[in-house]
């Protein structure tokens, strides 16, 4: 008989046990059958480390030691599963919640093809439940940004093919260990946002495919109707953007700041001056060589 794929799922915790503890019912659900489950509490402040291995005696809690953010929480518990001899890691955010078969989906798509490194799955939004938050990735050259397909729409069936795009979330993500092993593990410098843009990237230039699995469905506790992004939102995901153009794309280094300036002397002329702020120490940081967290935030 032959042996089914073992699947790690890597669920990172910072301050969010009831997430979390909901996010594992689901995958109590699912129909594949060979996977282990590990929670990597980032350094939480609210007890979460002591609930969550209270209410989840059969799930392996892993403690962090401090924040790590998100490429580094992740990685913990990336290394715990590839030293457990793992197939593939199932990186799962805590505020998500799986389908039955949103598993099942992902591991398809990886097994169609050795060259597949990364597959991700259709995610909607938890408070609109056909509503898409996520159909796979596309890197925009000429607008600079990296396009969600199917954001904000309502699922119609107009997503459900199978194809490669060029990133797909960490919200929810199987990849190869084989391809870990060979691309590294996610970049730690980041501490939050283009993370997952990033490793795609890497895997790419690596001669990996990733997939898009419309047979994996997930729902993420992401507002359709969120307000203004935060100082930190935007210094990090600036700085961030930086760092992945300086390695991957070097040549629209000066475009994408002239984009990010205009754009903020614009939100600035509208009263917010809060874009204009986070860019522009974003933007310093870049130049600094300052990565990880930035522990003013």
Not at 75 to 104: E, F, K
Not at 159 to 177: A, I, N, Q, T, Y
Not at 189 to 204: H, I, K, N, Q, T
Not at 269 to 278: F, I, V
């Amino acid at each position: 008989m032959t042996r089914l794929p073992l699947v790690f799922i890597v669920v990172l915790n910072w301050n969010g046990w009831r997430d979390t503890l909901a996010c594992v019912e689901s995958c109590l659900r699912l129909t594949w059958p060979n996977f282990r489950m590990v929670i990597v509490d980032n350094g939480s402040t609210d007890d979460s480390e002591d609930y969550l291995r209270r209410k989840l005696n059969d799930v392996e809690v892993i403690q962090s030691g401090s924040n790590l953010g998100f490429a580094g929480g992740n990685n913990v518990g990336i290394r715990h599963a590839l030293n457990s001899s793992a197939d593939y890691v199932w990186l799962l955010n805590n505020d998500a919640v799986a389908d039955p078969g949103a598993l099942t989906g992902l591991v398809e798509a990886m097994e169609r093809e050795a060259s597949v490194g990364i597959a991700g799955s259709k995610i909607y939004y938890y408070d609109e439940p056909r509503k898409i938050w996520f159909a796979g990735g596309m890197w925009e050259k000429g607008r600079l940004r990296l396009r969600h397909r199917g954001a904000d729409m309502i699922d119609e069936g107009q997503f459900d093919e199978m194809c490669e795009v060029g990133s797909v979330s960490g919200c929810s993500m199987l990849v190869r260990s084989s391809a870990i092993r060979d691309i590294g593990l996610m970049e730690e410098g980041y501490f939050l946002y283009w993370e997952d843009v990033e490793w795609c990237a890497r895997a790419r230039e690596k001669g990996y495919k990733i997939l898009f699995a419309p047979g994996s469905r997930i729902w993420h506790k992401a507002s359709s109707s969120a307000g203004k992004s935060s100082f930190s939102q935007y210094y990090y995901s600036t700085r961030n953007g930086f760092f992945f153009l300086q390695r991957h794309d070097p040549l629209l280094l000066p475009v994408f700041a002239a984009y990010n300036m205009l754009f903020g002397l614009k939100s600035a002329a509208c009263g917010n001056l809060q874009p204009l702020r986070g860019l522009a120490h974003g933007f310093g940081d870049f130049v600094r060589g300052k990565r990880g967290r930035n522990k003013l935030l």
